[in-house]
Every structure is written in C-alpha cells, then in structure tokens.
C-alpha cells in the first residue's frame, strides 16, 4: 500500500510540474484532468473512496468539460482559404489538403474551433483579413506572393523553389499542377521562399500559438509526415 502511494505521490508531482510548464491552455487542462486522476487514486488508496468518487466526478471529469468547453468558447479561429490543389481544397464537402491538416493539427493542440471561409481569390480574402472577418488567409501563398501590409504578418511554415518556365516564375505548387495536365514541363529552379499562412495583426494570442505549434509539429516530425503524405 505504501509503494502503491509514493508511486502515485510521484506521478502527482509530475503531473503538476507539466501543468506549469504547459505551453497552451488545453494542454494545461488535460494535464490538470491526469492530476486529479492520480489524485483521486491517492485518496481511494489512503480510505476515503467517498472524498475519491467526489474528486473523480466534479474535479476532473466535470471541470475539464466546462474548462475544454470556455477555451473553445474563448476563441474561434476563423480561416479564409483559396481554395489551391494539394493545399487547401474540397473533396466531398469536407475540406482536404497539406495547409488543412496542419491547421486541424494545431486545432488539435489547443482546443479552438475552426471555422473556414472560401473566397475567391487572395484579394478578397486579404479584404475580409484587413476588416477582422477572418484571422488567418492561406491557400498555397508564398512569400512573393503578396506584398507587406500593416495589417498582417506572414508565418513561413514549409521550404519551396521558384522555376523558371519559359518568361514566368512559378513555385513549386503551381510546377506539381502543370505536369498533371502536360507531358512535358522544362524548368529550372531559380531561387528558394516559403509558403506562408498570413495572419491578422492583431491576433497576438493566435500568432504565438501558431508559431508554436508549428515548431512542436516540426520537432516531432509530424509536419515532414504531412508534407510528404500530400506533396
């Protein structure tokens, strides 16, 4: 019995440890919801199972709702996209793609509810940017491919090469798409940018967390895996 409740002591303090240390808020709460399971475990073993149900019921399960629950309430990400082949697209009504993934990855890391918007090219979703409609615009946009604006930032998040085909310049994105429909595509590679979500400036809160999680994505190997899965 004992051993069962340093086991458990340790666990405990671990557990609060990664809560201090939590990067994001739905981290935070999930590891909130483990330390009040260890702490459930430790109050069973030491002969309060009545104080050990309570701890179980209200302290974990009902307050990790209702925190889960205000953080989703607290932000919506709302994301404008040109719809772009192997970026961001529809496919049977549901939305696919390498920039949707990430995106629903990092959706996954905090907790927030994602709402997309269509639009029809870069300036009208730059528009509804520059007006607070939407917080973030992507859809196979790399550094060049819109200039610096007050408004937003750009968050490089993938590596690509321009190409030189016949008198124009095009990405890589646009390379991929020309060799589906033409036998034959001669270009060589010019100079190197990246492909970017662009954000609103004053989404503080959101750019943190994006840049973030894009890193967490990148050290774990999980963006490589995406990229590689789709381009």
């Not at 809560?19 to 002969?47: E, H, Q």
């Not at 390498?98 to 959706?107: F, G």
Request: proline residues 2%; charged residues 25%.
């Amino acid at each position: 019995m004992l051993f069962a409740v340093l086991i458990f002591s340790s666990l405990y303090l671990l557990a609060a440890l990664a809560i201090v240390g939590a990067k994001t808020n739905f981290k935070a709460v999930i590891w909130y919801g483990i330390l009040g399971f260890f702490s459930s475990v430790m109050m069973l073993l030491l002969g309060a199972p009545d104080v050990a149900l309570t701890q179980f019921t209200v302290g974990v399960t009902l307050v990790i709702l209702v925190y889960i629950m205000a953080i989703r309430k607290q932000r919506r990400v709302r994301v404008g996209y040109i719809s772009t082949p192997y970026m961001i697209y529809k496919r049977n009504e549901d939305l696919d793609g390498l920039e949707w993934e990430i995106i629903s990855r990092i959706q996954g890391l905090e907790g927030y509810h994602i709402e997309p918007f269509e639009f029809e090219n870069v300036q009208k979703a730059l528009e509804a940017l520059k007006a607070g409609t939407v917080d973030i615009v992507c859809g196979g946009l790399t550094d060049e491919s819109v200039e610096d604006a007050w408004f937003f930032v750009k968050i490089p998040y993938l590596k690509t090469i321009f190409f030189k085909l016949g008198d124009k310049e095009v990405d890589y994105l646009h390379l991929k798409s020309l060799r589906t429909t033409e036998e034959k595509v001669e270009a060589v590679p010019t100079r190197k940018t990246h492909y970017v979500f662009l954000l609103a400036e004053t989404a503080e809160d959101l750019k943190n967390f994006v840049i973030s999680d894009l890193k967490e994505l990148e050290a774990t190997g999980e963006l490589k895996r995406i990229v590689e899965r789709y381009l």
